[in-house]
């Protein structure tokens, strides 16, 4: 008898790959996303970067010429919902799309066992899968050992945050079983181009295009659930993540604002979760400043 994981290997020899990824003054990062792609047992049929007018993109020259891969280069930074909205109106039709940070390294058989996975016969309801996110230190090309995300959750107070940031990762979580998550976060969704289409906005964007940036990846896995797709976190996929910041307090005060009204704009478009606790957090950005700037003015001194 065949079972279901022998269906979804021979499935998955048909089944096309596209990975987009958004770039915004990226160059200490972008060489080793795209050679983790590259470099994948089995490649992702077309790959697009799409630059977002970065001060100096000369970096982008130094890319390596691949199969399927291309550059798209806009005239102006119109943020990273908007850029990766333009990417999947170009990638063309394929069986699944994933929305890749440029600080996001793909290990050797993520793919390959992604869509294995996603092809198996039990799993055609799950419309977007990611895997166990590992902290990278890009000034030493390295993992620092601690866990980045396994998934986005939720307090009961309404606060969204990257299940397990910081703790150790023990090898041993990796045969962990599959689970069920509330979101995932935006460096790494792998996405079954079904359940993309069915969430689509009536102008084709993926991507809410007024968020420009943070919150998307919330935003949008919570239209995927409502319309029935399972969103799954698999811990034996493995992913190194940089991650672009270093807390709210390196933060610009312009976008802890779009991070916090973008946490508005999910609270009313999910029933009012949360917020009392995003209304204060949007109303205090100001109040933060003003500590963040006496902080630093006293470390200084």
């Given at each position: 008898m065949i079972n279901s994981q022998s269906k979804g290997v021979a499935a998955a020899n048909n089944a096309t790959v596209a990975v987009i990824v958004v770039t915004y003054n990226s160059g200490s990062v972008i060489r080793l996303c795209v050679d983790a792609l590259a470099n994948q047992s089995r490649r992702p049929d077309t790959i697009l970067v799409v630059d977002n007018n970065s001060a100096d993109a000369g970096y982008?020259?130094?890319?390596?010429?691949?199969?399927?891969?291309?550059?798209?280069?806009?005239?102006?930074?119109?943020?990273?919902?908007?850029?990766?909205?333009?990417?999947?109106?170009?990638a063309g039709d394929h069986s699944y799309v994933v929305f890749l940070n440029p600080d996001a390294f793909l290990h050797r058989d993520f793919i390959q066992r992604a869509v294995e996975w996603m092809e198996r016969a039990d799993n055609a309801n799950v419309g977007m899968l990611s895997g166990t996110l590992l902290g990278f230190d890009i000034r030493y090309k390295r993992q620092t050992?601690?866990?980045?995300?396994?998934?986005?959750?939720?307090?009961?107070?309404?606060?969204?945050?990257?299940?397990?940031?910081?703790?150790?990762?023990?090898?041993?979580?990796?045969?962990?079983?599959?689970?069920?998550?509330?979101?995932?976060v935006g460096a790494l969704m792998f996405c079954r181009s079904q359940a993309i289409e069915s969430v689509r906005a009536r102008n084709g964007d993926v991507f809410n295009a007024r968020f420009f940036m943070y919150k998307e990846d919330i935003d949008l896995s919570l239209r995927l659930r409502k319309r029935g797709w399972r969103l799954v976190y698999r811990p034996s996929l493995i992913c190194d993540h940089c991650r672009g910041w270093r807390g709210r307090r390196n933060m610009s005060i312009q976008s802890r604002?779009?991070?916090?009204?973008n946490e508005l704009r999910i609270c009313f478009s999910n029933q009012g979760k949360g917020l009392v606790y995003s209304t204060l957090k949007f109303l205090f950005v100001p109040i933060e400043e003003i500590f963040i700037r006496l902080s630093r003015l006293v470390s200084r001194s």
């Open positions: 982008l020259e130094e890319i390596p010429a691949a199969s399927g891969l291309s550059i798209i280069r806009n005239n102006s930074n119109e943020g990273f919902c908007a850029a990766n909205n333009r990417g999947y109106r170009m050992g601690a866990i980045d995300s396994t998934g986005v959750f939720q307090t009961w107070y309404g606060k969204w945050y990257d299940r397990d940031q910081g703790e150790q990762w023990l090898e041993a979580r990796a045969s962990s079983p599959c689970e069920d998550v509330p979101a995932i604002y779009m991070s916090a009204r």
